[in-house]
Every structure is written in structure tokens, then in C-alpha cells.
């Protein structure tokens, strides 16, 4: 089974530009999660899809932060545009349905905004 | 709100000893997860713990779960090199989200 997969794995852009991350979570699997963790700081949730439904985004830090999830398959986060206090690592996660299965994360895309 | 807090944050410690990291709660949770973490790589869950009272061992790790006191632990035995990473534990905050701890990096020397 091929685990949650994340693209680019690093990203460098700078100050206003703009960077679309992509999440390909495991097959089968109808949640799909993005957390953050910026450096020195806890991972922190940003939002939860079920399938293609946005179920929770009360994570997004504003309105520069724009989360897809296509036909309930793979998810895409863009920041546009991009600001210095964004850059951290970006993991997506993924479950299948039930509320107590772990989370499968994927090896997150570091972002650095210069 | 829930907050959760790890302690220690940094812990380096020798081969064949052994340790405990805490993790405690703020609010009521229903579940608690541990996860690992190797640098560069993906966070690998480790141990779901549902229930107060509940514990849970893989190897050299077991992890504790005591609801009342909202605290979970994990506790390496007899440490190897090899689990040499960072810990995270999590708590849930209603059905899906997960609210994490700071993590714990651990070291082990030879």
C-alpha cells in the first residue's frame, strides 16, 4: 500500500510569490487532514476534508490560504500570496473512515519564504 | 481549549537505560496518540489510546494513558541507538483534529 504522498518535498519562493502544494493521500482513505508546523512551534491543524467537503477549517490562518480536494482524491494548498512568518513544513494526512484510526502522514514539504 | 505540553523536550540518554516522556492535557479528550518522528521523514503512529487505564507495548516502548490526571506517558526500556527520534503525542479535540504536543527529540549514545 503506498503511503500519503507529498509534492514538492521542498520549496524555496520568495515574498509574495506563490506555491501550491499537492497531497496524494492513501487510496480509500476519505479524510484527508493539512497540518503545519512552523519552526520551534507544535504541528498545528489547519483544516480536514471528508472526501471533497471541507468538514473543519478552523486551522487556516487567513484568507491567503486556499485548500482543494478534487473529486475527494488528492488536495492541493496554495498561499497566495506567500509571506516570511509561512514558511514551516506542511504535513498531509490522511484516514480511512472511523474516528479512532491514526492519522498517515505523509513526509511533509518544507517551505521557506525569503 | 485544549493544549497539550511534553516534557522534556530534549532527553539524550545511554544505551540500555531507561526513560519516560510525559504528555499532558488540558481538557477532556477521548483519545491519545503517539507518534514517531525520524528526521526528514513522515510521522509514524505508534500507539492509539482510547480508554482510561489503557496501556499499550510495542518492543521497548509502552505508553499509558490516565485520563483522570490527563496525563499519558511512554516509557523506553533498556534504550537502543535505534530509537533515536523525536515523540510526539496528540491529543483529539472532537472528532478528527488533533492538537499536538511540542515533541520530544530524543538522543541515545552508545
Known amino acids: 500500500e503506498a503511503g500519503v504522498t507529498q509534492f514538492p518535498s521542498h520549496s524555496v519562493i520568495e515574498k509574495g510569490q506563490t506555491v501550491t502544494l499537492r497531497c496524494d493521500p492513501i487510496?480509500?482513505?476519505?479524510?484527508l487532514y493539512w497540518y503545519r508546523r512552523v519552526m520551534g512551534k507544535e504541528i498545528k491543524f489547519l483544516l480536514h476534508?471528508?472526501?471533497?467537503?471541507?468538514?473543519?477549517e478552523s486551522g487556516m490562518p487567513n484568507n491567503r490560504f486556499l485548500a482543494e480536494r478534487t473529486g475527494g482524491t488528492y488536495s492541493t494548498l496554495k498561499v497566495q500570496p506567500a509571506e516570511l512568518e509561512d514558511s514551516g513544513v506542511y504535513f498531509c494526512?490522511?484516514?480511512?473512515?472511523?474516528?479512532?484510526?491514526?492519522?498517515?502522514f505523509g513526509n511533509g514539504t518544507r517551505l521557506t519564504v525569503t | 481549549e485544549l493544549k497539550v505540553e511534553q516534557n522534556p523536550l530534549f532527553l539524550s540518554m545511554q544505551e540500555g537505560k531507561n526513560y519516560t516522556i510525559y504528555c499532558n492535557y488540558s481538557?477532556?479528550?477521548?483519545?491519545l496518540y503517539w507518534y514517531r518522528q525520524d528526521p526528514g521523514k513522515s510521522l509514524e503512529s505508534l500507539f492509539v489510546?482510547?480508554?482510561?487505564?489503557a496501556v499499550k507495548q510495542e518492543g521497548r516502548l509502552m505508553a499509558s494513558l490516565d485520563t483522570k490526571a490527563r496525563l499519558s506517558t511512554l516509557h523506553i526500556t533498556a534504550a537502543v541507538h535505534d530509537l533515536s527520534a523525536t515523540y510526539f503525542c496528540?491529543?483529539?479535540?472532537?472528532?478528527?483534529?488533533?492538537?499536538f504536543g511540542q515533541g520530544t527529540r530524543l538522543t541515545i549514545n552508545p
Open positions: 494526512a490522511s484516514s480511512p473512515q472511523g474516528t479512532y484510526s491514526p492519522l498517515h
Open positions: 487510496s480509500g482513505h476519505d479524510n
Open positions: 476534508f471528508v472526501k471533497e467537503s471541507k468538514q473543519d
Open positions: 481538557t477532556t479528550s477521548d483519545r
Open positions: 489510546l482510547l480508554s482510561n487505564g
Open positions: 496528540a491529543a483529539a479535540q472532537g472528532a478528527q483534529k488533533l492538537v
